[in-house]
């Protein structure tokens, strides 16, 4: 019989009650118990609603308080040196997970630890806590959050399979610790596979019959050194326990990592919603005992299966393996798809043939069981379901929502010309020096300013219709008219109108074009009790109105000074949401972008000389395989410029990026085109820097003065000291002063200070130049 199984759950609940609990646990509101007793019910909960929904293998170990690397790390007492002091183990754990500032007591010293790094986990939009490994590493198995819930589980009768991050993946994907770098984490392989041993063997005692073991690396271009770990590492487990391995990969194809197939472990789980083609690829290559997962249901978005095309895929696996040897699954962790579209009363009411194309993750649950069933019953024992999943998709594939001919229209005939401005770059320098007329190292910031309670407490009043449209237009002028003279008595060069009506960079706009639609309780965790809430691109992109004219039209009036248009970019607008599957990625955000170029032509029409573009998600939409990389740059570099050329030589364009670290994709940042852009440059010294010795950067440029994501105000001389190193590496002329990011999360006292110090950095150093 063919097993509906499931890799693992949206541990933060329904309406994010861990979020809670964690929160208030942080907050001393509830004890320790509680937090415990609170956590097992949602833990209980969640076990018994997959079951409801027909899943026969359920995940234990996939919940956790903050982070499953975080927790792998401490269940085999892997604490950095610096948080070894702190004795409550829980206490131990939220530390290292986001720092702890404690005063000093009668009984204890002061505590003061910052938070580990956290990072993206793989493409997604989570963030994980990296683990910090020294050459000496011990690793001791403590008491193991998997085993404790696997029985746990057991003892409600429910039989789960536990989950744990992979021996290989768990060393690869952490760091050295500080002082250490030149180590290489897999050299602690032979110390962390007794570890693993003693943990697999603690879940054998426990009655587990498989353990699922998540090694997502394997989707990566990978060493050969780390493919050699992999051998080293399933041999040893395979020979220490009865216990059946069932190796998981996701987010990609494992492709030239192949080689784990054979005979290394009992079974294998491929991500067939990401990459189909690897069914055919890796059937062969099975031996006779080994059984195949077959991840099927997209974990990563929230629309409903194409159950009929899954049931070919799935046939073609039984025809050759039998149903014995047969799982379906999701294809990841259910953790990165919202809980349930019960919970969406309000697009249910609103727009049900919206809500009709939905599932969340309880809803995939059941997805998985029905085509699990027809592969045991024959497609006919589920009928009435594959007929009602068919007559949703049409609905979708036929939806007036869904298509837009005249935007189909324009996406194809797109011209080859409007991909790029219709001169150079030191040709349009030259009109846009004459029209904005601006001093050497001009000033600037990226966008926002500070989002005080005054703005939230006015939006909210706004939203909640306590405040008129009308009077909530005349706060939002009342705020813009502060930036501006704010900015004017600072002595910024280009003014930026602060963005107070903005709540989100891509919720905004998402509202303001056709195709968005946004969900009540979509949330994912972004990381630990932090949860987003993505907006929908269910349909065909295009403007509702024009979308910032009024606002940066208004700015500009109050001053002479030049105001800067502000927009999100195509690829963050795409990469920030839930975006359709039916239709390709590159046209999706060709219909953005061309959206996007109505607005900045308009814009340069009503007399805004210069227009930014943010495109902070370019970068982390990268393919996790390099060879993708060439054709993904290809189309976002592309979107990004089919928004922005439509102007004249004279009209300035601006980019911004929220990192510096774009050494690897510098000639498509050179790329863009972009008249102007300005980059984080606060935290890596020198680093950023050091590329535009090897490679030129041809347009105006500002890295980041100052780090903005600290209340500390850097002080002339270290701004000095910071423009004089860019100076090294950069032009003079192209060069320009400005904070590394927007203001909105800071308080004004700061802002102001750090403002004027900067403008005082740019006036030494011009009349340094003029002396
Ligand atoms: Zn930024």
């Not at 975006?579 to 308009?602: H, S, Y």
């Not at 089919?642 to 102007?647: D, F, H, K, M, R």
């Not at 209340?711 to 000095?720: A, D, I, N, Q, T």
Request: glycine letters at 6%; hydrophobic letters at 40%.
């Amino acid at each position: 019989m063919v097993s509906a199984t499931n890799l693992g759950f949206p541990y933060v609940g329904a309406k994010r009650e861990l979020k809670k609990l964690v929160e208030s646990f942080w907050s001393g509101k509830i004890s320790e118990a509680d937090l415990i007793s609170g956590a097992h019910q949602l833990q209980e909960t969640h076990w018994k609603v997959q079951q409801e929904q027909g899943i026969e293998q359920i995940p234990s170990g996939d919940f956790t308080f903050y982070d499953r690397m975080l927790d792998t790390a401490c269940n085999f007492g892997i604490a950095p040196q610096r948080y070894q002091h702190i004795q409550n183990p829980l206490e131990q754990y939220f530390a290292m997970a986001r720092g702890l500032q404690k005063a000093a007591t009668a009984t204890s010293e002061k505590v003061d630890v910052p938070a580990m790094e956290m990072k993206k986990w793989f493409d997604t939009n989570y963030h994980f806590i990296v683990p910090e490994f020294e050459p000496t590493q011990k690793f001791e198995l403590k008491t193991a959050r998997v085993v404790e819930q696997f029985k746990r589980a057991k003892a409600l009768g429910i039989n789960t399979r536990p989950v744990v991050v992979g021996p290989v993946s768990f060393l690869h994907l952490g760091k050295p610790a500080k002082g250490f770098e030149e180590f290489n984490t897999l050299d602690l392989l032979p110390k962390v596979l007794p570890a693993y041993v003693e943990l697999f063997k603690q879940l054998e005692a426990a009655g587990a019959e498989w353990i699922q073991v998540d090694e997502p690396i394997l989707v990566l271009d990978l060493e050969s050194n780390v493919k050699l770990a992999f051998e080293k590492a399933y041999k040893t487990l395979a020979g220490a326990t009865q216990v059946k391995t069932l190796l998981t990969t996701y987010f990609g194809r494992i492709d030239n990592n192949v080689f784990i197939v054979k005979d290394l472990v009992d079974g294998i789980h491929l991500d067939l919603a990401r990459n189909p083609e690897q069914l055919e690829a890796v059937l062969p290559l099975l031996n006779d005992k080994q059984i195949l997962s077959l991840g099927l249901v997209d974990g990563r978005n929230i629309w409903k299966n194409d159950l009929n095309k899954s049931l070919d895929l799935a046939e073609k696996a039984v025809a050759a393996l039998g149903s014995e040897r047969v799982l379906v699954a999701p294809s990841c962790s259910l953790a990165h798809s919202p809980y349930s579209t019960a919970f969406e009363k309000k697009i249910k009411a609103e727009n049900p043939e919206l809500f009709s194309w939905l599932s969340y993750s309880v809803e995939k649950c059941a997805e998985v069981a029905t085509i699990a069933k027809a592969l045991n019953g024959g497609r006919a024992s589920v009928q009435a379901e594959l007929n009602a999943n068919a007559a949703d998709l049409e609905s979708r594939r036929t939806s007036k929502q869904t298509t837009n001919p005249a935007v189909r229209e324009r996406v194809a005939a797109v011209p080859a010309q409007d991909y790029k401005r219709a001169n150079a770059f030191p040709h349009r320098r030259e009109a846009q020096v004459k029209k904005l007329n601006l001093p050497l190292y001009p000033t600037t910031t990226i966008g926002s300013f500070p989002q005080t309670k005054d703005i939230r407490v006015a939006r909210q009043k706004y939203t909640k219709g306590e405040l008129s449209q009308a009077d909530y237009d005349i706060f939002i002028k009342e705020e813009m008219k502060r930036v501006v003279e704010f900015q004017e008595k600072v002595g910024l060069d280009v003014l930026v109108h602060g963005e107070p009506e903005r709540n989100d960079m891509v919720e905004h706009f998402g509202h303001l074009l056709h195709g968005y639609g946004f969900t009540e309780n979509g949330w994912v965790v972004s990381y630990g009790s932090r949860c987003v809430k993505p907006p929908v691109i269910y349909g065909d992109v295009s403007r509702r109105c024009p979308m910032t004219i009024d606002e940066i039209v208004y700015a500009q009036s109050l001053t002479k000074k030049p105001m800067k248009g502000m927009l999100t970019g195509p690829v963050t607008m795409m990469k920030w949401s839930f975006v359709r599957n039916d239709i390709p990625a590159k046209d999706l955000c060709t219909q953005i972008a061309l959206a996007l170029r109505d607005e900045v032509v308009d814009l340069e029409t009503a007399g805004i000389p210069c227009i930014q573009v943010d495109e902070p998600a370019i970068r982390e939409g990268l393919p996790l395989r390099r060879q993708d990389w060439d054709a993904y740059l290809d189309w976002s570099v592309g979107c990004f410029r089919l928004s922005t050329a439509g102007v004249r030589d004279e009209t300035q364009i601006h980019t911004h990026m929220c990192y510096s670290d774009f050494n690897d994709i510098f000639d498509a940042i050179q790329a863009l085109d972009a008249d102007v852009i300005t980059i984080e440059n606060s935290k890596s010294d020198e680093k950023l820097l050091k590329i535009f010795e090897r490679k030129q950067y041809t347009n105006e440029i500002g890295p980041g003065l100052y780090d903005i994501h600290s209340p500390r105000v850097p002080s002339v001389e270290e701004m000095k000291t910071r423009f004089a190193d860019m100076l090294k590496y950069l032009p003079k002329h192209l060069l320009w002063a400005n904070p590394d990011c927007g203001l909105k999360s800071r308080g004004w006292p700061e802002v102001e200070a750090a403002l004027i110090n900067m403008v005082e950095v740019a006036k030494h150093f011009r009349e340094q130049d003029s002396a």
